[in-house]
């Protein structure tokens, strides 16, 4: 992500003082990795070049918008948006687009998923309810922090809906009545075989357009909820069954990442009726304890991981039930750390069908959809592409258990000089963590390669981006 130091305001005084462009969009482009989009909001013609900066002198933080906008360079060619290439499907249910909010406290009330519904979201999956009084802790949120005081690391322990059933209900025939090609999603939960089959059945006439089968959250008080189902695949097949056996609806099963092989429990899921799976929800951990021996009144519990530093490991399971031959034709719907275009298209093209997110909207807003769809839009027609459907599953083939890798050659690092400015990052990193195969020469790196085994932490950690891959594949014979 391109991050210039831009807020993201809300009301983004560079936009209402500049009377040719919209410098907050395309700030917002850039950050969220649509660097070709930004460009596509360009005319052909420069219009920065003479400008009086209105737009930098009314920004809270003076970014640079006029020479950052400059360095952009004008379009090779305009793209038009084409809304068409989106359209997708939900178990045969048509969608706009792919992408929906997750169940949480994003979706949790009418005026959350129509607020949503209207910027843009094709659906959304309701925040889980149940039969359960539920009472929620506070705070109940904590993070860990990157550069500009973006969230990495997203912990919560929120629970469930706090509304009653029947308002519920109400909640999800006023959302259909208001918006009727909006897809709505509801989750549910249930402590037995008798909740289950009664939510399931209060379900059929209220709106939704399908279930979500809660068996992940890694937060409830209630044993035998949650993710204390989703790790025992009996049960998962066993709840899956009932509910199947009293809706009208289609059925997916939400799976918990705190297992070691995720498709056991979407095999149950199958088995038990499911039309599907999603994954993942949260991952149990802890983000903070007191060191101080002398406070007694800080507590710390077990809450559910998000954002982007799981994202990896989502990737990780979906691929998983990608590749497994009982999902085949079943709904895939795929969550976990998605903030950008990029992120949702990696999903895709490892086997889902369509994206949840939660924690990018709790940190950016619901107008990270846009971002989503421009991105992907533009992607899409950049490279000919007639649906996002044709990337389903496309990098699959590509994801090897380790034992199937060539390990017959090595690529070296290359090193750019015009960019280097001597911090000496890489060899530091080389010399105490790699194979000691960068030496320092008039103040640039140079790399040895006798010593150096293409392991390329170099290319990781400089802070300029002055060591690339060279690509070029050097048989180990020949090193």
């Known amino acids: 992500m391109l991050d210039y130091g831009c807020l993201l305001c809300h009301h983004a005084k560079c936009t209402s003082t500049c009377g040719l ?8 482009s850039l950050f969220f990795d649509n660097l070709e989009v930004a460009r596509n909001r360009l005319p052909k013609e420069a219009v920065c070049a003479d400008c009086d900066g ?41 969608l706009e687009n792919p992408f929906l909010l997750s169940s949480s406290v994003v979706s949790s009330t009418y005026d959350m998923c129509a607020r949503a519904f209207q910027t843009g979201w094709a659906g959304a999956a309701f925040k889980t309810i149940c039969l359960m009084k539920i009472e929620e802790a506070s705070p109940r949120f904590s993070a860990i922090h990157g550069d500009n005081h973006r969230i990495i690391g997203f912990k919560n322990i929120e629970q469930l809906s706090e509304q009653p059933l029947l308002e519920n209900l109400e909640t999800f025939r006023r959302l259909k009545a208001d918006y009727p090609n909006k897809f ?27 279930l979500e089968l809660n068996f992940s959250c890694p937060n409830m008080t209630t044993e035998n909820t949650g993710s204390d189902v989703g790790q025992i695949p009996e049960l998962v097949e066993r709840y899956t ?16 990442p705190n297992v070691t092989h995720i498709e056991e429990s979407a095999d149950a899921a199958i088995r038990g009726g499911a039309d599907g799976v999603a994954a993942i929800n949260t991952i149990k951990s802890l ?20 954002g982007r530093a799981v994202k990896p490991i989502a990737m990780r399971f979906i691929a998983d039930l990608g590749k497994d031959p009982n999902l085949k034709g079943r709904h895939i719907s795929a969550m976990g750390g ?51 459907n044709d990337l389903r599953s496309t990098a699959l083939e590509g994801v090897v258990a380790t ?16 960019r280097c400015v001597g911090c000496e990052r890489c060899y530091v990193s080389c010399m105490d963590g790699g194979h000691q195969a960068i030496r320092m020469l008039d103040g640039h790196p140079v790399l040895d390669p006798k010593r150096c085994v293409g392991c390329h932490l170099c290319t990781l950690v400089c802070p300029r981006d002055a060591i690339v891959s060279s690509e070029v594949r050097v048989p180990k014979a020949h090193t």
């Open 338 to 388: 998605v903030e950008n275009w990029k992120d949702a298209l990696e999903f895709i093209a490892l086997g889902a069908n369509t994206i949840q997110v939660t924690t990018a909207v709790m940190q950016y807003g619901n107008r990270i959809v846009h971002d989503l769809i421009d991105g992907t839009v533009y992607y899409l027609k950049k490279r000919g592409i007639a649906s996002v």
């Open 287 to 306: 983000i903070e304890v007191d060191i101080d021996p002398y406070n007694d009144s800080f507590l710390s519990s077990v809450g559910g991981y998000s």
């Open 184 to 210: 709505l999603l509801v989750s549910i939960m249930g402590r037995n075989e008798e909740e289950w089959a009664y939510l399931a059945e209060a379900l059929n006439d209220s709106g939704a357009d399908a």
């Open 54 to 94: 209105r737009c930098e002198q009314a920004c809270p933080v003076h970014v640079p918008i006029r020479r950052i906008i400059s360095s952009l360079g004008a379009p090779e060619e305009k793209i038009e948006f084409d809304p068409e290439v989106l359209k997708t499907d939900f178990c045969g249910i048509p």
């Open 403 to 418: 034992d199937e890798l060539d390990r017959s050659f090595i690529i070296y690092p290359r090193f750019l000089r015009e």
């Open 241 to 256: 069954r009932v509910v199947k056996e009293h809706s009208k609806l289609p059925v997916i099963a939400k799976l918990t």
């Open 21 to 28: 462009l919209k410098p907050h969009r395309i700030l917002r």
